[in-house]
């Protein structure tokens, strides 16, 4: 076998690998719909600080979270619990759904290392989460701290997941670690723009890109 022979199968073996492996981090359709599904939780959340906070307030800061009545934070937290579900459910089915046909297991050596890799940085995330809005002392600082922390975890764990996989997840997670940057350095009070457009938007874009690379026979 001569070298270029040896090159072109190392290619070709390649593009195998990648196009194995890219339905373990994010499928195209549930990036989609948990992108749609995000922005639908900032929309709300904007009219339910809006209800509270009168007419005349621009209400971009989950920390107006703590003018909520008691019922008003329960139902906030239960709206993106049920959000976040949801997302993780419909990873699960669309990865299935690809998975199958492309007739590889869902179970493979690939998703564990995607999985193992994404999981410890969600379990801090959640952690955080759960001690910034401790209801005997939640505080507006604190709270402004969960969007961009998010961000910055969710966006490392997708990018170590990525080394797996192909490229286009890592260029996901580098942006989402990016915007968590500057919204915890600089757009603390625009907690629900931030979290809409990285949460929302990034997921579309990724998904449709995704989707289209896929559909043209090429690996992104």
Aim: glycine share 10%; aromatic share 12%.
């Amino acid at each position: 076998m001569d070298r270029d022979e040896a090159q072109s199968r190392m290619q070709e073996i390649q593009r195998i690998m990648e196009r194995a492996t890219l339905w373990t981090i994010l499928p195209g359709a549930s990036a989609i719909l948990g992108g749609l599904m995000v922005l639908g939780g900032c929309l709300v959340s904007y009219l339910m600080f809006r209800s509270v906070r009168g007419p005349s307030f621009t209400p971009i800061d989950f920390a107006a979270l703590l003018d909520l009545s008691l019922n008003g934070q329960i139902a906030f937290c239960v709206m993106w619990f049920l959000i976040g579900a949801g997302g993780v459910v419909a990873e699960i089915h669309f990865a299935q759904l690809q998975a199958k046909r492309q007739g590889i297991s869902p179970k493979g050596r690939s998703a564990r290392l995607a999985f193992f890799s994404l999981t410890p940085s969600v379990v801090v995330a959640m952690v955080l989460t759960v001690k910034f809005l401790s209801p005997t002392q939640m505080r507006a600082q604190e709270i402004q701290y969960i969007a961009p922390v998010w961000m910055m975890l969710y966006g490392t764990g997708v990018y170590t997941a990525g080394l797996f996989s192909v490229r286009a997840p890592r260029t996901l997670g580098m942006a989402f670690i990016a915007a968590g940057v500057a919204s915890i350095m600089f757009l603390q009070p625009y907690g629900v723009i931030t979290a809409a457009l990285s949460f929302g938007w990034f997921h579309i874009a990724f998904g449709l890109y995704v989707i289209s690379k896929r559909r043209a026979g090429l690996s992104t």
